[in-house]
């Protein structure tokens, strides 16, 4: 009888345990649940604070785009009216040679507003081998007219083709925009400033 009381008392604990470790397990799902919801809310929030602090910078920098792309679009305006006097004349040479020109020119301008939009755009692209060289000129692309206003040059030491970094290709050029506009910043009122960018690579 002792036995079969112990017996009943020891299921009963074990029960009784199983329910509380039952509650403190759907408990802990509960919490892991409301973790994981939390880090995608503050990951959600950590993107959409990227993508305005890059329309935000897109927005400081619509003037002095809109004078670089003003500057070329009056050149094409210049080369068409003289190569439709020259095409009269007979010059045809001239006439390519300023058709040229105006291609070089239109070259440019798609050079500016594709960039606008590529670091304009939520960064979809996958992680992968960043040619250095490329995200450095996008970035200073979107700068340079700035930097011409305040006498800066951009000076560059073994950035070359060939260097590559594992990375991806926005948010880099996202790093290196941040980083020129501060060196900007801080050249803001100097005389023939120079920005240096050098890059060097470690082989384990």
Known sequence: ?????LRDALEEAVESRTAQLQVARRRLEQEMQALQEARSRARDLREQLEQAEKLSFLGQVTAGVAHEINQPVAAIEVYADNTLRLL??????TARQNLSRIQTLTQRIGSITSQLCHYARK????????????????????????????????ELEGVNESVRVWALPVRLEQVLVNLLRNALDA???????????EVMSEHQ
Do not use: F, K, Y
């Open 187 to 197: 050249l803001e009122g100097s005389r023939q400033g120079r920005i240096r960018i």
């Open 88 to 93: 009269d004349q007979g010059q045809t040479e």
């Open 1 to 5: 009888a002792r036995q079969e009381l």
């Open 123 to 154: 960064p979809q692209e996958q992680e992968g081998p960043v040619r250095v060289r490329s995200a450095v000129d996008s970035a200073w692309q979107l700068l340079e007219h700035r930097a011409r206003a305040q006498g800066v040059d951009l």
